[in-house]
C-alpha cells in the first residue's frame, strides 16, 4: 500500500504473479490469500471474496494440490 500525498490518494501494488500459483488450486488459493496486508481493511471486499471461493472449492470437494476446474476456475481467474 502507498500513499500519495500530493493527491492524497492509497494505490495498492502487487508483486507479479509468482509461477507456482499458474494453476488453481486451494493451496495456491491459500497462498495468493495470505500474501495479502491490509492492515487498515481497504480491500476488504476483495480478500472477502477469495476467502469465499475457497471454501466454495472446499464444499465441492477439491484436495489441497488437485487442480480447479469449471465455473469456480472462471470466478478465480476474473478475481
Not at 507456482?20 to 487498515?40: G, V
Not at 470437494?61 to 469456480?72: K, N, R, S, T, V
Request: hydrophobic content about 35%; overall charge negative.
Amino acid at each position: 500500500m502507498t500513499w500519495i500525498a500530493e493527491n492524497d490518494l492509497f494505490t495498492f501494488t502487487t508483486n507479479e504473479k509468482d509461477s507456482t500459483l499458474n494453476t488453481a488450486t486451494n493451496r495456491n488459493l491459500l497462498k495468493w490469500e495470505a500474501s495479502l496486508c491490509d492492515p487498515l481493511g481497504f480491500i476488504s471486499p476483495y480478500i472477502v471474496r477469495g476467502k469465499m471461493l475457497l471454501q466454495q472449492c472446499w464444499l465441492k470437494g477439491y484436495d489441497w494440490d488437485e487442480e480447479i476446474h469449471g465455473e469456480l476456475n472462471e470466478s478465480i481467474t476474473e478475481s
